[in-house]
Nanobody, 117 residues
């Protein structure tokens, strides 16, 4: 059974930083493309970043501020977020899959990020 468990969400002021983590189990993490998605209040789930074996991809809204990475030895996916903005307030989800197939795949329970002053 695929299991994904996100952590690291918190309240932070605009301009601040956070690092989200997602521990994966139940599949071969090292061979799997992974995605971060988020759902802002009142909006649909939105793809923001994906990582393959070495390649990384970002939505325009986060490019240059967020960095996706992975540690295959720890079965863990990361999202480092810098220069956070109020519009980054959302529940962030770790999703199995890439930017083309993530919507229909398993995801974790999410972790809440709140950016406000």
């Amino acid at each position: 059974e695929v299991q994904l468990a996100e952590s690291g969400g918190d309240w932070v002021q605009p301009g601040g930083s956070l690092r989200l983590s997602c521990i994966a189990s139940g599949f071969v993490f090292s061979l799997s493309d992974m995605t971060w998605a988020r759902q802002r209040p009142g909006e649909e789930l939105e793809w923001i970043s994906a990582i393959g074996q070495t390649s990384t991809y970002y939505a325009t809204s986060v490019k240059g501020r967020f960095t996706i990475s992975r540690d295959n030895d720890k079965n863990t996916l990361y999202l480092s977020m810098n220069n956070l903005k109020t519009e980054d307030t959302a529940t962030y989800y770790c999703v199995l899959g890439n930017q083309f197939n993530w919507r229909d795949n398993a995801r974790g329970q999410g972790t809440q990020v709140t950016v406000s002053s």
